[in-house]
């Protein structure tokens, strides 16, 4: 397993944007897809996410496309969610996931898991 550390969360104004950064300790981490899911109180985490191992393959929830993009250097064990066009539906705590083998979007398949770093979209 991989150990994950996410930061850059904050509060933003409607239409802003923000970059979280999810780092990852462990040698192997180019060998693991990668996922951000989001969850808002009193609701179910939510797949937002995701990217494979080598960056070539990624996937987002209908809510995020074109307003989000994920990324991922190897070279520094670390993914990113750039956001943009914020929302105040967007609010939530945000967590970075790790799944060793093939991208998906189904959160039982990640088996690590960050402490999450809130979101706020706000006037």
């Known amino acids: 397993q991989v150990q994950l550390v996410e930061s850059g969360g904050g509060l933003v104004q409607p239409g802003g944007s923000l970059r979280l950064s999810c780092a990852a300790s462990g040698r192997t981490f180019s060998s693991y897809a990668m996922g951000w899911f989001r969850q808002a109180p009193g609701k179910e985490r939510d797949f937002v996410a995701g990217?494979?191992?080598?960056?070539?393959?990624?996937n987002y929830a209908d809510s995020v496309k074109g307003r989000f993009t994920i990324s991922r250097d190897n070279a520094k064990n670390t993914v990113y969610l750039q956001m943009n066009s914020l929302k105040p539906e967007d609010t939530a705590v945000y967590y970075c996931?790790?799944?060793?083998?093939?991208?998906?979007?189904?959160?039982?398949?990640?088996?690590?898991w960050g402490q999450g770093t809130q979101v706020t979209v706000s006037s």
């Open positions: 990217i494979s191992w080598s960056g070539t393959s990624t």
């Open positions: 996931a790790a799944r060793f083998g093939v991208l998906s979007t189904a959160k039982f398949e990640f088996n690590s």
